[in-house]
């Protein structure tokens, strides 16, 4: 029997996923060759290139969007993974205290201490080696704190009365000095080589110097010195370089009948602004026959404007006067990404890091599959 020849109908339908009232279907995956009868899925490098594209919505410092569109699921979530827990970054690790008489107890300033957002020069993060951490089988194996693999923080501040503090001051940040401790007190203290690359503006600090860490009476003194190492999120999520990393399919919304008048203002209004827009019906349209618009000459009716700030809430399918008149859908290979960076690398310049991860990982899989063919 000869192979069936679809048609570009039927291949753009396999490309839209079904959303129903409560469920959803046409969601087979296409990732092995002969799924679909006369359709050939087999990977393609030619055919990846010239249906490959990446679309940028926004792009700022610390925040971007943009689309992967001819990407399969398992690629787009690859990075979307490997963003969140294998783009190594800079955090505290070890805190050494030498005196902490505040109401935090040690453990506790410790972990804050650990989650602060720290900030460098790229550069000098790629310069560093990784810490190897000790075992428990062998304490003696760990690496040696050293200027390529171990930045130093210290924080020494204490609080003391305000002999400048107006009479009957109930403030205490103006009542005392240092009653409240920020991450911008933290001093980085370089060694060795890492003159050469975290200095002026590169230096390691916290992202934001607002932080607040602890509060302080007089009396009360931190003093401690921090280690910080190069790690990823796998291992902890302070190390993770993102606040979000994820994506969504783009929705699809196809106006199968004509929605006019009234029920074209209810329709526009099951969508977040702009995404259905209200146009009159022309003249031609009205003297078409089968068009559904006859006699309706001026009247509004519901376009699709902008679906792609759709969010997909099936409201309109809850309706009785729009059964069979509209269908939702997602397109199942365009991916819009959001990224969010927690401030140590520019949003775009974190996705360019995960596809060289994705790429090591790949090349490590293929020397790992030439030795097993020898």
Not at 134 to 155: A, C, F, K, M
Not at 215 to 244: N, W, Y
Not at 284 to 298: F, L, P, Q, R, V
């Amino acid at each position: 029997m000869a192979p069936l020849i679809p048609s570009q109908a039927e291949l753009d339908r396999r490309l839209i996923v079904d959303i129903n009232p409560e469920t959803v279907s046409n969601i087979p995956s296409t990732d092995f060759p002969g799924h679909w009868p006369g359709e050939s899925h087999e990977w393609s490098l030619d055919k990846f290139i010239n249906s490959f594209k990446v679309d940028f919505h926004r792009n700022e410092q610390f925040e971007s969007s943009f689309s992967l569109v001819g990407l399969d699921a398992s690629i787009a979530n690859a990075f979307r993974r490997i963003l969140m827990a294998e783009v190594p970054t800079l955090a505290i690790e070890f805190v050494f205290v030498n005196n902490n008489t505040s109401v935090i107890q040690d453990e506790v300033l410790a972990q804050r201490l650990g989650l602060i957002p720290l900030k460098g020069s790229v550069e000098g993060i790629n310069w560093m080696r990784w810490f190897k951490r000790p075992t428990e089988d062998d304490p003696e194996s760990g690496s040696s704190p050293s200027d390529y693999n171990t930045i130093v923080l210290r924080l020494e501040i204490e609080c003391t009365k305000n002999p400048n503090a107006a009479p009957g001051e109930q403030d205490p940040r103006k009542l005392y000095k240092n009653a409240h401790v920020y991450a911008k007190d933290i001093v980085y203290d370089p060694v060795g080589r890492q003159m050469d690359y975290f200095t002026g503006d590169n230096a390691i600090q916290p992202v934001n110097p607002e932080i607040l860490i602890a509060k302080l009476r007089p009396g009360q003194k931190i003093s401690m010195e921090m280690h910080c190492i190069k790690g990823i999120g796998a291992d902890h999520a302070k190390f993770s370089p993102v606040c979000t990393a994820s994506y969504r399919l783009l929705p699809d919304i196809n106006i199968q009948r004509p929605i006019i008048g009234d029920d074209a203002k209810k329709f526009a209004k099951c969508f977040p602004r702009g995404v259905i827009a209200l146009e009159p019906v022309t003249a031609e349209e009205a003297a078409k026959k089968g068009s559904g618009y006859e006699g309706h000459d001026g009247e509004m009716k519901a376009v699709v404007r902008d679906a792609f700030n759709d969010t997909v809430s099936r409201e309109c399918l809850r309706h009785e006067e729009f059964q069979g008149k509209v269908k939702l859908g997602r397109v199942r290979d365009h991916f819009i990404f959001n990224i969010e960076s927690s401030g140590q690398f520019d949003s775009d310049f974190l996705f360019l890091e995960s596809v060289k991860v994705l790429k090591l990982k790949c090349a490590r899989w293929k020397r790992g599959l030439t030795d097993l063919m020898r």
